[in-house]
């Protein structure tokens, strides 16, 4: 399984020089299965960049929401492939008992907000709500449930042979718990992280500035890693970054990160913060290697 990052930012793109080491999009990952299916996870506005180095690519697309807040979806009229009526490309949404999601997705991708609406897009397209239980594409199972973030918002787990990526942008799973104590089954999302090669997850928030945002549906650097100790993931991407989180910022994150995984797991080069253009490849025995930006 190979994982792609093409946007890692939270809340709003960051168009500023200071970014430009970790990336100013938002949220968006490829993924390639080992049969060579693509998976696409949130369309933030790191999915332009994703379009363009699709072009001319004919396979079929599937793009998995985890939500529809603004910086999850604004991206998606700019992926090319959408474009190209020899596109094929399923949007697979959370439920909502209000609308599906087509309707739903249809309030920001039509007038006044936009110039180009959803039933004008030439590519083939499919709206689906994802299924409660486990469902296949291609040669994953994947398995999804709703996670503490405001409105309904999903988690993924993608299974490809004995590679297991959960994907958990927007999460705040400290919230009325204790996430070294309480039952398992009691904290939210970990059901989806147990024992992942690579667990992408949300750490928006340094402690002190949670403590204004605390209900706000994001983690602290702390409590991402504690929720990653506990679900005993092998890798750990820290994701979402504030947009008021310059490089230098990140960079800080990063070696305080290391200090706290090496002290508590052993292996500092087990956690990483995110940047743009980032690879990784899961291998079937679940092992992760990784590619660094360019």
Known sequence: MRVSFWGVRGSIPVADHSALGYGGNTSCVAVRLRDGSRLVLDGGTGIRDLGVALAGVRDEIHILLTHLHLDHIMGLLFFAPLFDPESCVTVWGPPDPSAGIR????????????????????????????????????????????????????????????????????HEPALGQDLERDPCESISGLALARDASLLIHDAQYTAEEYVGKRGWGHSTLHDALAFARRAEAEHVALFHHDPAHNDAHLDAIAAEAADVWSARVGDPGGVFVARERDVLELSTDGRASRRAAA
């Open 103 to 170: 309707r739903r997705l249809a309030r920001y991708l039509s007038a006044p907000l936009c110039p180009i609406e959803v039933r004008e897009l030439p590519a083939r397209m499919r709206f689906r709500t994802v299924p409660s239980g486990s469902f296949r594409l291609g040669s994953a199972e994947i398995e999804a449930a709703l996670v503490n973030h405001r409105g309904p918002t999903l988690g993924y787990r993608v299974t490809d042979g004995g590679a297991v990526l959960a994907y958990i942008p927007d």
